[in-house]
């Protein structure tokens, strides 16, 4: 084999055959647009196959009906939510159809599935109150340069609502003036550009984020990167993960409030929707700085008409 690559002096176009060869399970992966949707799916399937003890493709096209039922119910005893056993049966039915398409297999064995039913009038994303956004704004210590990052990473998440991953994934030349007002560019979910004019409060905080850094002139290089390298990895120039968004949030939430569960970066897309409507934002305006195309899903984040202090509970005295 490596005489064989030795020979060629010069790299040649892949062949229709070799083209061809590519198995249509990984172009169907490949064909989803989003770059979390890939993620997602791929996951899926795959927990499908582990399930079902599937090695290889040509079994994972031959399943049918009671194969499903029993992924279904193996999920149920795994404690999987609802949201999550609805978002699986979607993905192995979007592959089963492109499967169809391609006459690699007769039919969509997930088509004739009930899916668990979820709450469509409310999500399940809890918000924080506005003292405790308050509160988790002004955590991190100010003089540090850990600190000056993260409060400025917690102010885009509470004061202009984007997900974790599309905070992620800006650039220093993301953060930038348009019409006057400096503004804030990312990928949002779908790989579509979205722009959204930030907070005062939010540019103050980058911007003395940028000074301290000296990265400010770095355009290319990642808006929120490592303050320290790992040994593991000496480029500083990193971007930080999602996951790494989301362990500051937490982090946060249990320093300064106490909070150490069923509370995540996501959580801040919440406050976020629920505080601007509450100061008489308009639902459409809130629905264009969320990025979502329905106003439906704009919705599902709105936690105004949740008041504890209203619950019966509080009545029941004894």
């Known amino acids: 084999m490596s005489n064989e690559l030795t020979k060629t002096s010069t790299p040649s176009l892949p062949s229709v055959e070799l083209l061809a060869a590519i198995p249509e399970e990984d172009l169907w992966l490949q064909g989803q647009l989003s770059v979390h949707t890939r993620r997602a799916y791929k996951e899926d399937v795959l927990h499908f196959m582990r399930c079902l003890g599937i090695t290889n ?7 049918g009906r009671a194969s ?15 949201r999550t056993v609805r978002r699986r049966l979607a993905a192995l039915s979007s592959l089963f159809n492109h499967l169809i398409e391609h006459r690699l297999t007769n039919i969509n064995p997930v088509d004739t599935i009930k899916r668990p039913k979820v709450n469509r009038r409310s999500g399940v994303t809890k918000a924080l109150g506005a003292q405790q956004a308050r509160t988790l704004l002004d955590a991190p210590e100010e003089p540090t340069l850990t600190g000056l990052r993260d409060r400025a990473i917690l102010s885009v998440l509470l004061q202009a609502g984007p997900r974790r991953a599309e905070v992620s994934g800006t650039r220093v030349k993301d953060f930038h ?25 939010t540019v103050s905080r980058i911007q003395q984020y940028l000074a301290a850094s000296g990265h ?8 929120f990167r490592a303050v ?31 909070i150490d569960r069923g509370f995540s970066a996501h959580s801040c897309r919440a406050t976020f929707a629920t505080n601007a409507l509450e100061k008489g934002c308009p639902l459409e305006d809130v629905q264009e700085a969320l990025g979502h195309a329905d106003s439906r899903t704009t919705k599902l984040y709105d936690k105004r008409g949740h008041n504890p202090e209203k619950s019966a509970a509080f009545f029941a005295n004894y």
């Open 228 to 258: 320290k390298s790992s040994w593991r990895n000496r480029d500083e120039r990193r971007f930080l993960s999602a996951d790494q968004i989301d362990r500051i949030v937490r982090k946060y939430l249990k320093e300064a409030l106490s």
């Open 57 to 63: 493709r040509e079994e994972l096209r031959q399943v």
């Open 177 to 201: 003036q348009n019409g006057g007002f400096w503004s804030l560019q990312y990928t949002k979910k779908g790989d579509q550009e979205h722009s959204l004019s930030l907070n005062p409060q």
């Open 216 to 223: 400010g002139t770095d355009f290319e290089g990642p808006l």
């Open 68 to 82: 499903i039922i029993a992924w279904v119910r193996a999920m149920s005893d795994q404690g999987a939510k609802p």
